[in-house]
């Protein structure tokens, strides 16, 4: 190397390499069941052998094609003739929305509350955190018995019961996140320099403590399918005609003896599906993560 050569030049930096965040195995086989779990319920119609209501009582619990059952009833039949494969499809429709409508209404609810209590303080700040503790106090369960005695039950008050339950968890992470994160210098920077809340707020505060909420809710989906499942095996839930993983799981617990595969099929799709978005969201969390994305 020249002695004449700019000093710049040999003071340069080294390019600075992005984070990289490849998916494992486990993880893309995760977020290729959910793309299955999302398609399905998209064309439950078209990918559904019969509809789910249909029923054929002299061909009732009949085992999968695995245990010698026939072609026409890949996973066999419940006690009432109706092919589990297509209630499967439309249960697995039902769930999914069901968790996802309740996930996002319950992390948007709360964490709004969360960042009103943070930004406002003071008496907002006190009101929200007694209607949080009140939330918390009261089982889901009891919430939901007492709401359906008086309005009845249709789906949307189901989704909105489901909501109901997690979103102090977002409120309390948003406000804990959003109280340490105005702290900071350079809040306090962009403020000074004038900067409007909504900027502050949606520009700064918002990506640093995403990871954190998308955290929560690949626990809360969990939780959400589980809170369906409990309502509807207490027959609170999805109603028949209708269906869902819940119902299934319900239907099935009196024929495990004889017809093991009537609640056996829906409680291994509620466990992959849970588990499939628990890695993809951890997974997700580190791919949103700014302070890992700056290392």
């Known amino acids: 190397m020249s002695a004449l050569e700019p000093a710049s030049r040999l003071a340069a930096p080294a390019p600075r390499r992005r984070a990289s965040f490849p998916m494992s195995p486990l993880v893309a086989l995760s977020a290729g069941f959910l793309v299955l779990v999302v398609f399905v319920a998209i064309f439950a119609d078209w990918l ?3 509809h789910y209501t249909t029923q054929n009582l002299l061909a009732r619990m009949r085992p999968p094609m695995s ?31 069901i968790a996802v409508m ?17 930004r406002f303080r003071g008496l907002i700040d006190q009101a929200i955190m007694m209607l949080v503790d009140a939330q918390a106090a009261v089982p889901a369960l009891i919430l939901a018995l007492t709401l359906l005695a008086f309005f009845g039950n249709n789906i949307v008050l ?45 520009r700064h505060l918002l990506p640093n403590i995403v990871a954190s ?29 209708g269906t869902s993983l819940g119902l299934m799981l319900g239907e099935g617990r009196r024929y495990l003896l004889n017809a093991w595969w009537i609640a056996v099929f829906p409680g291994v799709a509620i466990f992959l599906t849970t ?9 997700l969390r ?6 890992l994305r700056r290392r």
């Not at 580190?286 to 302070?291: F, K, S």
Request: proline share 4%; glycine share 10%.
């Open 275 to 283: 588990l499939s978005m628990s890695l993809f969201g951890d997974w």
């Open 102 to 118: 309740g996930t996002l209404i319950g992390a948007v609810f709360g964490t709004l509350l969360g960042f009103l209590a943070a």
């Open 286 to 291: 580190d791919r949103l993560d700014p302070t």
């Open 48 to 50: 559904a052998p019969v």
């Open 213 to 241: 909420l998308v955290v929560q809710a690949t626990l809360n989906f969990p939780a959400t399918i589980l809170l369906e499942t409990s309502l509807s095996f207490l027959g609170l839930g999805v109603q028949p005609p």
């Open 158 to 202: 189901f989704i909105v019961l489901v909501s109901l339950d997690g979103w102090e968890k977002y409120t309390r992470l948003a406000r804990g996140l959003v109280v340490s994160e105005q702290a900071s210098d350079y809040i306090n920077a962009v403020e000074a320099l004038g900067a409007r809340s909504a900027r502050v707020i949606f």
């Open 67 to 97: 245990e010698a059952g026939d072609m026409l009833h890949v996973l066999g039949t419940d006690h009432l003739g109706r092919d589990i494969l297509s209630r499967l499809i439309y249960a697995t429709r039902s769930s999914i929305l």
